[in-house]
C-alpha cells in the first residue's frame, strides 16, 4: 500500500470532540458552518458494530462536513483494524481510538478508558490499525484511571502508544474514575490537570499532542497554543454555544473570519433540512441540536422554547424555523 500518511497535513489546531448522542452527522454539519478548519470527530462507533453492522449507515456523512475524524471503540487489534479500513474507505482523514470513556457499558466490553491499563494492547490496536490504513491514527485518552493517576502512569502510557505508531495524541486532563461515578460525574468531578499534558509535551516536542477538557472559551485555546500544544478540542463548550467555534477559528486560524449570524445559519440549516428530509429525516433531528444558536445572547430562552415548541412537532417542515426570525432579528438587534 502506498503510504499517504502526513500528520502534518490535518490541521488539529481546533477540534470538536466525539461526543455520543451529540456529534452525529446533523451537528457536524452545523458545526462545519461555524467553522471551516475544525477538525470535526464522529461519536464513538464500535468496530464491532462497523464489522458485524450496517457500516454504509453508520458512517454516512455530507461531504461539506469535512475534515472529519472517525471515533472507534474497541479492543480487537483484527477488528479494529478492519473497521479503520472501513472508516478509511468512506473517507474519513483521521482514526482514532476511544481510551478516555468510562461508561459501564464502555467497561464491560473492555475499551474506552479502561484500555490505558493495558498499554500493550493498545500498542497492538495502533499498530493494526496503523497497518491498516494511509492515514493519520490517533489515540483519545484520560491522565490516568482510578488510583493510577501519577503522571509517570500517563507518560508510560503515552510512550506506549506512540512508540506504537500513533499520529497524535488527544488527551482529555482528567482522569477517569471507573467506580463510583457515572460518566457525566466523570467530566466533572476529577480534578482538570492541563499541567500533565504541558509536560508530556515538553518531553515530546515532535508529537502532535491535543489538549481537551474545561476549555471554553478563545482565550483558554489561545494560551494552550501559545504554551506549545498543537491543538485544542472542546466539547461542551461547542456543543452548548457554537459561535465559539467561529470566535477560535477566527482566534487561531483566520483572522478574517467573520462569525456567523444565526439567521444565516437558520438558512443554511432550512436547506440542509429539506434534503434530509426528502431522505426521512424528521427537522426535530435536526433541530435538536441547535438550542446553543443565540447561545449568551438576547432572546436565547425565546429560540430554545421556540424550537422545543414547534420545531419539535412531528411532520414539521423545514420552513417552520423561519417564523422564528423576529427572535433572531431582535438577536441581532440588541
Ligand atoms: C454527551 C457527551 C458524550 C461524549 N461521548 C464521548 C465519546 O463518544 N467518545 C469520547 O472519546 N469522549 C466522549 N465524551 C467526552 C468528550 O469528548 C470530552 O473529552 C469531554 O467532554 C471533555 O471536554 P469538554 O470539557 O470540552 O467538554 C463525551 C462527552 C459528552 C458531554
Redesign the pocket.
Known amino acids: 500500500m502506498i503510504r499517504a500518511r502526513d500528520p502534518g497535513r490535518l490541521d488539529r489546531r481546533v477540534s470538536v ?7 452525529d452527522r446533523h451537528c457536524r454539519y452545523l458545526h462545519r458552518l461555524y467553522a471551516p478548519h475544525a477538525l470535526l ?1 464522529t ?2 462507533i464500535t468496530a464491532a458494530a462497523l464489522v458485524r453492522g450496517d457500516a454504509a449507515r453508520l458512517l454516512e456523512h455530507d461531504p461539506a462536513e469535512h475534515p472529519l475524524a472517525l ?1 472507534l ?1 474497541g479492543s480487537d487489534p483484527a477488528e479494529l483494524a478492519h473497521a479503520a479500513g472501513l472508516g478509511a474507505a468512506a473517507g474519513y482523514a483521521e482514526i ?1 481510538l ?4 468510562p461508561s459501564d457499558r464502555v467497561k464491560s466490553g473492555a475499551f ?1 478508558a479502561c484500555l490505558m491499563l493495558d498499554p500493550p494492547r493498545v500498542a497492538e490496536c495502533v499498530r493494526a490499525m496503523r497497518a491498516a490504513v494511509d492515514r493519520p491514527v490517533t489515540v ?1 485518552c484520560r491522565i490516568g484511571i482510578d488510583a493510577r493517576d501519577d503522571y509517570g502512569f500517563f507518560a508510560d502510557f503515552a510512550g506506549a502508544v506512540l512508540e506504537a505508531g500513533a499520529d497524535a495524541l ?1 488527551v ?1 486532563a ?1 482522569t477517569a474514575i471507573l467506580a463510583g461515578l457515572s ?2 460525574e466523570n ?1 466533572e468531578i476529577p480534578p ?1 490537570k492541563h499541567e500533565y499534558v504541558y509536560r508530556l509535551k515538553g518531553e515530546r516536542a515532535d508529537t502532535p499532542i491535543v489538549l ?5 472559551d478563545p482565550a483558554a485555546a489561545r494560551a494552550a497554543i501559545a504554551r506549545g500544544l498543537d491543538g485544542v ?7 452548548h454555544r457554537p459561535a465559539l467555534l467561529a470566535e477560535l477559528e477566527r482566534e487561531l486560524i483566520d483572522r478574517e473570519w467573520a462569525i456567523p449570524d444565526p439567521i444565516e445559519i437558520v438558512e443554511r440549516m432550512v436547506g440542509y433540512a429539506h434534503g434530509q428530509a426528502r431522505r426521512g429525516v424528521r427537522l426535530h433531528s435536526i433541530t435538536r441540536h441547535m438550542h446553543g444558536l443565540l447561545g449568551g445572547r438576547d432572546g436565547a430562552r425565546a429560540w430554545r422554547r421556540f424550537l422545543s415548541d414547534m420545531a419539535g412537532r412531528p411532520g414539521a417542515p423545514p420552513e417552520t424555523l423561519f417564523s422564528a426570525l423576529p427572535i433572531l432579528k431582535r438577536a441581532a438587534a440588541a
Open positions: 470532540a466525539p461526543m455520543m448522542d451529540w456529534t470527530y461519536e464513538m471515533q471503540g482514532n476511544n481510551c478516555g470513556c474506552g483519545k488527544i482529555h482528567r460518566p457525566k467530566r482538570l481537551n477538557g474545561g476549555l471554553a478540542m472542546i466539547g461542551r463548550a461547542a456543543y
